[in-house]
């Protein structure tokens, strides 16, 4: 008899698991909403309040490390004290049995459905967007906290309007180098490579001007339909991000006015200390992207022919690396 491969095994030891797991201390699992590296999400409901909630539950193969654990405590316990629409509200957190984190359930669309469906946006959506995340890091900054994940999958569009951030694995409270080294010592992520800071990246430390430079990932995505950086994997445009200026946004979009240009690559600096040093500062831009200076770079709309920077990005193109 023929022994089944590994992946064949792995996915029948993902349906056993789903078609066990109906319960988990108590909340009833309704489906599965989605399955990730590090865990699963749940929608599942509240046999205690009948509330419908999303549950999200670490991957068991994480139990060796404590790390991961002690990271997700610190989620569960840093959402518990946050209190703003543009965050998903906490529930409830830990079991008898089983480690997990219910968080209230969003109906709604992430942004990258909303990207894949209908981006470039018209600009009056990109700033509505970007108003609303700029809201919510203010909350979070002015309490000490990093996000460190901002993505298009980690912002939900709910069917009442709100924007709302989910996901809370990767933020912390600014100044603590040590869950950084914790996580880089259990092997845990840093960030999403494609939507990383350089500092991120480098394994630096990171504070709110990392989610700046993140949001001006997403701004990008917004108003041209791409990434402003290319290359054959994720690691492999984050590594160019070190070195690599991105591609002028108006060379995508050459109806993206010389402001919006400017607005997107001041955020999209990689040194720290050159981005809007406030997240506050970059909403006041997306309000009136006239009222930030104009540099030689904002005009640009054709691609320069000479430079490393745009050589790199033209042979990453072709798939060539730089």
Known sequence: MTKPGPSVQAGMQASVQTSIQKRIDRYEIVRLVHRGAMGTVYKATDTATGEVVALKV??????????????FRREAALLKDLDHPGIVRFRGADGRDRHYLALEFLDGEDLRGVFRREAPLPLSRAAEIGLALCETLAYLHGGGIAYLDLKPENVIRTVDGRFVLVDFGLARTMGKRELVEDRAEAGLPWGTPDYASPEQVAGKEADSRSDIYSLGIVLFEAVTGRLPFAG?????????????????PRAVNSGLSPAWQELILRALEREPSARFQKIEDLAQSLRDPLSIPLTSRAARTEIPGLGETVRGWFRSLVGRSP
Not at 58 to 70: T, V
């Open 58 to 71: 670490p991957d068991l193969s994480f139990g060796a490390r404590p790390q991961f654990y002690d990271a």
């Open 232 to 248: 054959r994997t994720p690691e492999a445009r984050a590594r160019r991000r070190l070195r690599l200026d991105p591609i002028p």
